[in-house]
């Protein structure tokens, strides 16, 4: 059974910064890309960032990058998310998946892997 557990949320104000980590159980972790997804109020979900499987290679959402940075320790099962210089538009809950890619043209698209969400974390940007 996939479990995702999302943590470190917060509410700061604009220009500051919070760490998100999630820890993962049920599937083989260290053989899938991790990712985060956001959902703001009243959008949908969206890609935020992935890293492959060893932890070699990082993708960003064109939103988030240069203030993002995500990282993974595959033997604690865990990956996180750095975010710097938050905005007000960063406001969300904040989830993690295993996460896949498929390429449309020279763009990496990324999807999620399992229906299992967890609960996520709630980022609160305040202006």
């Known amino acids: 059974q996939v479990q995702l557990v999302e943590s470190g949320g917060g509410s700061v104000q604009a220009g500051g910064s919070l760490r998100l980590s999630c820890v993962a159980s049920?599937?083989?972790?260290?053989?899938?890309?991790m990712g985060w997804f956001r959902q703001g109020p009243g959008k949908e979900r969206e890609f935020v960032a992935a890293?492959?499987?060893?932890?070699?290679?990082?993708y960003y959402a064109d939103s988030v990058k240069g203030r993002f940075t995500i990282s993974r320790d595959n033997s604690r099962r865990t990956v996180a998310l750095q975010m710097d210089s938050l905005k007000p538009e960063d406001t969300a809950v904040y989830y993690c998946?295993?996460?896949?890619?498929?390429?449309?043209?020279?763009?990496?698209?990324?999807?999620?892997?399992?229906?299992?969400w967890g609960q996520g974390t709630q980022v609160t940007v305040t202006s």
């Open positions: 890293i492959s499987w060893n932890g070699g290679n990082s």
């Open positions: 049920g599937f083989a972790f260290d053989s899938y890309a």
């Open positions: 998946n295993a996460a896949g890619s498929s390429r449309a043209g020279d763009k990496l698209i990324w999807g999620y892997e399992y229906d299992d």
